[in-house]
Structures are given as C-alpha cells and as structure tokens.
C-alpha cells in the first residue's frame, strides 16, 4: 500500500520520537560579542582555552556544549608576541666593485652610521662612524697604510676595530684597550657588500641572501653612478 504524500517537508506524529536538550530554568545565560555572564547558580562553569579569536569554551558539567566567544582586549595584549630582532639580519651595502681602495666610505642603515673601506690586503672592513675619542666621524678622516685615521686627533684603528696609534701619547705609553672601535661583519657575496648589523649575535651564514639569477653563466650587471648638478642656498 503506497504511503500519502504530504507537501510538507517533516512529518510528526504521535509515535515520532523527539529528544530535546535538558536545560535547568534558573541557569539563564547571556552571551553577547565579548562576554560571558551566568547567573547565581555555579552548575555551568565556562573556561576560556585561549585568547584567540574565535576560541571554543567548554561546559564542564555534564552534557555541556561548546560556544565560540571573543577575546577581552585584555586577553589580546597578552597575547604571545614573536620577539624580532631587526640587527640579526644581513643588509646591502655597496657594489664590490665600486668600494673605493684609497677612502673610507660612510653609510647608513637606518639609524646606525657605518664607515666602510678596505684595509691594506683588500680586506673590506666596516666600523662604526664615530671615533671613540671625541666621536668625530671616522669616514671624514683618511686611509695611512691600510689604516682608518680619525681626521681630528689622528688616531689610526685597524683589522677588528684596535686602536693602533694615539699621535698625543709617549712612544713608550701603553694604548689602553678601551681605546677601540665598534666593529661589524661584512661579506663579498656575488659582487654585493653585506653587513650583518648586530654586535651581541654572531653572524648567521645561512641568512645570507643568494640570488638565481647571479650564479647563472654569463650573467652581468650595467650600472654606474652619475653626478647631478644642484644647487643648494642657505637663508
């Protein structure tokens, strides 16, 4: 005997089974965008499982459900923040090729000054650009047999920042060690000059940019520097 049709889509009768969710009356809850409120009964105990956006919180008594609520905006300042240390990184410097054999040469990577120049062997070397003496800047002064001289007083450093020459000293006194200069770690990596700014962390090969394009045969650059006319009037 085939079934009446009904147009419409549930069909309940007295033998149809309905199970509905036992909810206590004197436990009225109230959830809105941000907060999370119960009244005097202590039966639903809601716990937040972090303060990400979205997170699930679970009733701990028996049948309890999961809601999704909001952090607090105290939550989310206390939220885990990834520390990054801008200095442990490499930076571009210069073209190789265009670093100066016979003048020191100032720079700047955003706020820190640096002099770089190339020692007596060709070895690039890069210090801070401040004299520790009177913190006159060192890519002002000149290059003395590979040396770095301060154009103020003549102090001459070399190789890892050591201060080698203090023309105001007696030939026998004794350079004290504190008479030296911040230094920081370069690389020639495929005709690029890097720094590595941070003084505190060695540096980090691996962090060392490389570039496809540079290792392919027959690969060249074309570039070059060009001085503009300009004026410049103080008032």
């Given at each position: 005997m085939a079934a009446p049709f009904l147009s419409s889509p549930l069909q309940i009768t007295s033998t149809s089974p309905i199970l509905f969710t036992k909810v206590t009356p004197t436990n009225q809850i109230q959830f809105n965008q941000r907060t999370t409120s119960t009244c005097t009964s202590n039966k639903l105990r809601l716990l937040r499982r972090s303060a990400a956006a979205g997170t699930a919180v679970t009733d701990q008594t028996e049948g309890g459900e999961e809601v999704l609520i909001n952090p607090t905006p105290e939550e989310e300042k206390r939220e885990e923040v990834v520390d990054y240390d801008w200095t442990e990184e490499w930076y571009p410097l210069y073209l190789t090729r265009d670093v100066p054999d016979d003048s020191p040469?100032?720079?700047?990577?955003?706020?820190?000054?640096?002099?770089?120049?190339?020692?007596?062997?060709?070895?690039?070397?890069?210090?801070?650009?401040?004299?520790?003496?009177?913190?006159?800047?060192?890519?002002?002064?000149?290059?003395?047999?590979?040396?770095?001289e301060c154009l103020y007083h003549g102090w001459q450093f070399e190789g890892n920042g050591k201060c080698v020459k203090i023309p105001q000293l007696p030939a026998s006194a004794k350079i004290p060690k504190v008479a030296c200069v911040k230094t920081y770690e370069v690389k020639d990596s495929q005709g690029v000059v890097w720094v590595w700014m941070s003084t505190k962390t060695p540096p980090d090969p691996e962090k060392l940019p490389w570039f496809e394009n540079f290792a392919r045969p027959g690969f060249y650059d074309i570039s070059g520097v060009h001085e503009l006319p300009h004026r410049m009037q103080l008032e």
């Open positions: 040469l100032g720079l700047t990577v955003f706020d820190r000054q640096i002099v770089l120049y190339r020692d007596g062997e060709g070895t690039l070397r890069c210090y801070e650009d401040r004299c520790p003496h009177r913190l006159a800047k060192l890519s002002e002064g000149q290059l003395i047999d590979g040396r770095l």
